[in-house]
T-cell receptor, first 112, second 112 residues
Framework: IAGITQAPTSQILAAGRRMTLRCTQDMRHNAMYWYRQDLGLGLRLIHYSNTAGTTGKGEVPDGYSVSRANTDDFPLTLASAVPSQTSVYFCASSREEGEKLFFGSGTQLSVL | SQKIEQNSEALNIQEGKTATLTCNYT??????LQWYRQDPGRGPVFLLLIRENEKEKRKERLKVTFDTTLKQSLFHITASQPADSATYLC???????????FGSGTRLLVRP
């Protein structure tokens, strides 16, 4: 059982470019989340989805968009990357909103 | 503003001793609190959940307490082992939003 799969593992991106981080889960969880983790700031919620077809904004949504066309996939898109978006991005899921989270292994993104 | 505080300094202890990590919060009335373990280059892994009406929760060598008056949770690892070395994150769930808010974590180093 894979759990949560994120791709790519790491990426170096030129500022201004568009980038989509992929996230897939095989646990049939209803809720999915995107967090970014920066040194000293901990994990901050970017966007979330409580169920397929719905999405919501977290603490730091600006510059990011998400979609939830089906239960398994929850891609995160940076429309025009900026250096402040350099971070480690974690996708997570939970059976229902508010329950314990299962995390992917993360994507290290560097925007130059 | 809402805030979760974990000691940013690493906790360095001798193998066999009890490690105690602290999570303090302000301006919250969380429904429950969760603890996660994170190893370098990996996503966080869920350890324990404690609800607002519970004083203490145990799982093997782990123990969590939750004092809603002090707005504090303590996380204990008894008979610590070098393999317990990792960063430990606390997270609070707010009833109103059903979203988890994370602290920045405390790194634990257990010396053999």
């Amino acid at each position: 059982i894979a759990g949560i799969t994120q791709a790519p593992t790491s990426q170096i991106l030129a500022a201004g470019r568009r980038m989509t981080l992929r996230c897939t889960q095989d646990m049939r969880h209803n809720a999915m989340y995107w967090y970014r983790q920066d040194l000293g700031l901990g994990l901050r919620l970017i966007h979330y989805s409580n169920t397929a077809g719905t999405t919501g904004k977290g603490e730091v949504p600006d510059g990011y968009s998400v979609s939830r066309a089906n239960t398994d996939d929850f891609p995160l898109t940076l429309a025009s990357a900026v250096p402040s978006q350099t971070s480690v991005y974690f996708c997570a899921s939970s059976r229902e909103e508010g329950e314990k989270l299962f995390f992917g292994s993360g994507t290290q993104l560097s925007v130059l | 503003s809402q805030k979760i505080e974990q000691n940013s300094e690493a906790l360095n202890i001798q193998e066999g001793k009890t490690a105690t990590l602290t999570c303090n919060y302000t301006n919250y009335s969380p429904a429950y609190l969760q603890w996660y373990r994170q190893d370098p280059g990996r996503g966080p892994v869920f350890l324990l959940l404690i609800r607002e009406n519970e004083k203490e929760k145990r799982k093997e060598r782990l123990k969590v307490t939750f004092d809603t008056t002090l707005k504090q949770s303590l996380f204990h690892i008894t008979a610590s082992q070098p393999a317990d070395s990792a960063t430990y994150l606390c997270a609070l769930l707010m009833d109103s939003s059903y979203k988890l808010i994370f602290g920045s974590g405390t790194r634990l180093l257990v010396r053999p």
